[in-house]
T-cell receptor, first 113, second 116 residues
Framework: SQELEQSPQSLIVQEGKNLTINCTSS?????LYWYKQKYGEGLIFLMM?????EEKSHEKITAKLDEKKQQSSLHITASQPSHAGIYLC?????????????FGKGTSLLVTP | ETGVTQSPTHLIKTRGQQVTLRCSSQ?????VSWYQQALGQGPQFIFQ???????GRGNFPPRFSGLQFPNYSSELNVNALELDDSALYLC???????????????FGPGTRLTVL
């Protein structure tokens, strides 16, 4: 089965600093999703990447999918306290009986003043 | 446009009991997926319903069952609760199909289940 490994596991950055979170797959990624989760709450959709080399941005968050489609990175520029939360990458997982999202364990981000 | 809603927000049950969790899909969505998220872990896929039929199932025992109704709302039922069933249960709706192509899944706020 496809395993998604996220790094780092947790991150503490000072407000205004840039940061990068990585998501590495054991298999080719056909659809890679980034979600943000506030502690104990639901997931908020950020971006979806499908094509090798694809890059998308939303406000100060940029996500990329590498050419080989086995790694994605999420970059936050000039972090703010509102960026704090858990960032989860999820990959489409196909089977004969349908599809699902297979998630990594998440990266916990804390932004300090 | 109404987002995905779930009820109840929190629930406390004792081992051996049964529980029903509810989910209302985002307007226009015909597919509902349920996930279990244990503390410190990513969500784990339980099953998915497309137009009232199960359309995929993860590695969960049969005591986890579900329903999808004609209005595309959904229920997750868990029988014979175990302590390890304590988790955040998330539902997600999407405009999917029975094929492998997918649309973005939008998640509800979750139901926190505690089993004592």
């Amino acid at each position: 089965s496809q395993e998604l490994e996220q790094s780092p596991q947790s991150l503490i950055v000072q407000e205004g600093k840039n940061l990068t979170i990585n998501c590495t797959s054991s298999k080719t990624l056909y659809g890679l999703y980034w979600y943000k989760q506030k502690y104990g709450e639901g997931l908020i959709f950020l971006m979806m990447l499908q094509k090798g080399g694809e890059e998308k941005s939303h406000e100060k968050i940029t996500a990329k999918l590498d050419e080989k489609k086995q790694q994605s990175s999420l970059h936050i520029t000039a972090s703010q306290p509102s960026h704090a939360g858990i960032y989860l990458c999820g990959a489409e997982k196909y089977s004969n009986s349908g599809y699902a999202l297979n998630f990594g364990k998440g990266t916990s981000l804390l932004v300090t003043p | 446009e109404t987002g995905v809603t779930q009820s109840p927000t929190h629930l406390i049950k004792t081992r051996g009991q049964q529980v029903t969790l509810r989910c209302s899909s985002q307007s226009g969505h015909n597919t509902v997926s349920w996930y279990q998220q244990a503390l410190g872990q990513g969500p784990q896929f339980i099953f998915q319903y497309y137009r009232e039929e199960e359309n995929g199932r993860g590695n969960f025992p049969p005591r986890f069952s579900g329903l999808q109704f004609p209005n595309y709302s959904s229920e997750l039922n868990v029988n014979a609760l175990e302590l390890d069933d304590s988790a955040l249960y998330l539902c997600a709706s999407s405009l999917g199909s029975r094929q492998t192509s997918t649309d973005t899944q939008y998640f509800g706020p979750g139901t926190r289940l505690t089993v004592l």
